[in-house]
């Protein structure tokens, strides 16, 4: 009796998509570092609730761009 590759690898999932997964975690934490440091570091330095938000935006956009543009050149 053969058993399938889901089975055989005891109903886990293969080490290249649990490596794919871990990866993505750990761009998501990355991104959300950067824009948590810089939206304080933007509020202590200005105190304005307003300044603080719009650079938490622009680092939000621009480490996101980041990690996804890391992500594809590393699938290639």
């Known amino acids: 009796m053969k058993l399938s ?6 109903g886990v999932m293969a080490p290249n998509k649990r490596t794919h997964t ?3 975690e750990q761009l998501t934490y990355s991104v ?4 948590t440091m810089g939206w ?3 509020l202590a ?3 304005s609730l ?4 719009w650079v938490a935006g622009a ?3 621009l480490t996101a761009t ?3 543009v890391v992500h594809r050149l590393d699938r290639e």
Do not use: D, N, P
């Open 5 to 10: 590759e889901q089975e055989a690898l005891g």
């Open 22 to 24: 871990k990866q993505v």
């Open 32 to 35: 959300i570092v950067v824009v």
């Open 40 to 42: 304080g570091i933007a």
């Open 45 to 47: 330095l200005t105190k």
């Open 50 to 53: 307003v300044v603080s938000y």
């Open 59 to 61: 680092l939000l956009l």
């Open 66 to 68: 980041f990690a996804v």
